[in-house]
């Protein structure tokens, strides 16, 4: 795997150089790390796999994976920014474009990717190319939103729940114009299979935003991180102050999207057929 130069990210709305990753990343962690290892440990992930994950963030995942493959097994954690990545015995962090930069072939047990193919525009060529790089009989899981809908249900107001449902609207527009799908998550499980994957397990999920959960910093930090455009968008300044507010407020809940983490398998090579011998 060679490593590529800092790079804009294609596609992608956020960036880890932002003063707001740390937030965004804390609430990543808080919010979906319980989800993604229960379903990887439950798949059976032991000490002495070799494991990848890509578009890593700030390497959570890789973390907790690398105590769950020790001794004996490897993690390469990659970001198109890996900056925020902290170094640890036994992790290899590499800058890597998932989209662009190659990736070794048939060398992974197991590949993880949490929130990234929605935001690449050529993800189903990038599913292909991580296919490829696990080994037969290796598992592949993908973990994403179906940010199509998500419901403000406790509000203040109807005037606070409208603005609520404007912001997450503005904020899938947003997805959209810089080439990501935040709906992909229902495309998922169709897209591994049309990758090769066998043994497809899908598992939904629905968090609530609660002021002071980390789903609810999520939402946060996609406010703080996109303010900017979402002025250029229509909004008021005092809209945005509105919004901080309201998702601090006691009596504000809202529903995420539906995570997707979906598992499936590279099937095992076929058995060698072994010519019956001639001389009996
Ligand atoms: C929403 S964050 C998810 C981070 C991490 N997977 C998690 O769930 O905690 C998406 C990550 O994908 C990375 N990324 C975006 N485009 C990428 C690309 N083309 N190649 C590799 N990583 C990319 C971003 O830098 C960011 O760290």
Redesign the pocket.
């Known amino acids: 795997m060679t490593a590529s130069p800092p790079a804009v990210?294609?596609?992608?709305v956020?960036d880890?150089d932002s003063p707001h990753s740390a937030r965004h990343?804390a609430s990543?962690?808080g919010a979906?790390d319980p989800l993604t290892l229960g379903h990887l440990r439950e798949a059976g992930v032991t000490p002495g796999m070799d494991c990848l994950e890509?578009?890593?963030?700030?390497g959570?995942?890789s973390y907790a994976l690398l105590r769950l493959v020790t001794p004996g097994g490897t993690v390469t954690a990659?970001?198109?920014?890996p900056g925020r990545i902290a170094p640890a015995p036994g992790l290899t962090v590499l800058a890597?474009?998932?989209?662009t930069d190659p990736l070794p072939e048939a060398a992974y047990d197991l590949v993880v990717a949490?929130?990234?193919l929605q935001?690449?525009p050529g993800r189903q060529a990038v599913l292909a190319r991580l296919v490829r790089a696990l080994r037969p009989g290796g598992l592949l899981q993908v973990d994403e939103f179906d940010a199509g809908h998500e419901p403000c249900l406790l509000a203040p107001s109807p005037e606070d729940a409208r603005l609520y449902e404007r912001f997450t609207t503005a904020k899938t527009d947003l997805m959209r114009a810089a080439g990501g799908d935040p709906t992909w998550g229902r495309r998922a499980p169709a897209a591994l299979r049309e990758a090769g994957l066998t043994g497809l397990r899908i598992r939904p999920h629905v968090l609530v935003r609660a002021p002071g959960t980390p789903a609810l910093g999520l939402q946060l930090h996609h406010l703080a991180h996109l303010a900017p455009r979402l002025l250029d968008g229509g909004f008021t300044p005092a809209e945005l102050d509105r919004l901080g507010a309201l998702m601090r407020d006691p009596g504000f809940a809202a529903a995420t999207g539906v995570l997707y983490s979906v598992q499936g398998r590279r099937p095992a090579r076929a058995p060698l057929s072994c010519p019956r011998s001639e001389a009996t």
Do not use: Q, W
């Not at 890597?96 to 989209?99: C, I, L, R």
């Open positions: 990210p294609g596609g992608y956020f880890n990343h990543l962690e979906l890509i578009g890593a963030g700030a959570s995942v990659t970001d198109i920014k890597h474009d998932v989209v949490r929130l990234v935001h690449l």
